[in-house]
């Protein structure tokens, strides 16, 4: 969220214009209807909101729903990650774009401590948490040479590490097709280090590659929506703060599930609509990128990833 547009001045969502706990489970509860049972908590930053272990409670008890998980900064898990696992919280996922302090700081805009966030993943596996999965985005000219050092971190630590191509999620992030580093690239590099060898995949729709160290020391995986598109298999659907329905993580609108529900939709009304907009779907954006990532798009940080 750049400074010079997302200042101290800007005018964010007002409490009326989110969605109350009431109504997230209530459209919750309409998608598991339809079959979906995986459910994740991410932002922005989802630690930020208010009394999250209660609204978690809820969600987790959601008829249909089977599995929750969370990605998170990390910052605030020594704090949090307690009450989240009491909460029934199960799989916690943490971005670290790098394992050296000055260029996790540069990357994080000047703001991030990479000790802060080391001391949350292990808070998180202090309070229970045995499924952490550690993101990290991968940019030429950035944070190239951080692959291996990652690699070396968080292979013997019980956590597995997903590599994501870098994307270009939204309009602000100033993405280039030449500062992509590819999965093959990130792979090349760990395998001559540690050799690997695949896995299968754990579920239908599963986006990650993954591959486990030949030397039993964990699992590797790999994100590649830019050089290895999955558009056709996708099985996602994001919901925003404001009540916006997302079908694709590089969409321009949002259809609105809010004021239905506001003027008094229930859930087997809010279903019908949710069920015709899946449908309707024309979603492939991956698949025909121009090659320059030229689009109005919803930025990152209003739908998560």
Known sequence: MPEDVYDDKYSFFSRQQRLSDDETVLLVSAFARLGVNKLRLTGG?????????????????????EDVAMSTNGVLLPRYAQALRAAGLQRITVSVDSTDPASFLQMSGGKGSLQAVLDGIDAARAAGFDTIKINAVI?????????????????????????????????????????????????EQIHAQWPLEPVGAGYRGEVASRYRYLDGAGEVGFISSISQPFCSDCTRAR????????????????????????????????????????????DRYSELRSG??????????????
Do not use: H
Request: contains cysteine; charged residues 35%; neutral net charge.
């Open 139 to 187: 940019e030429r000219g950035r944070n190239l040479d951080q692959v291996l050092p990652l690699a070396r971190t968080f292979r013997d630590n019980g956590c597995t590490l997903r590599f994501i191509e870098y994307m270009d999620v939204g309009t602000r992030n100033g993405w280039r097709l030449e500062e992509v580093v590819t999965s093959r690239e990130i792979r």
């Open 45 to 65: 930053e989802p630690l930020l909101r208010k009394d999250l272990p209660t609204l978690l409670e809820r969600l987790i008890l959601v008829d249909g729903i």
């Open 292 to 305: 320059d990532g030229k689009k109005d798009k919803i930025e990152m940080f209003q739908i998560g990833g």
């Open 239 to 282: 919901l925003s703060a404001d009540g916006k329905l997302y079908t694709c993580l590089f969409a321009r609108d949002g259809k609105d599930l809010k004021t239905p529900l506001r003027a008094g939709a229930g859930v087997d009304e809010i279903t019908d609509i949710i069920r015709r907009i899946w449908q309707g779907r024309e």
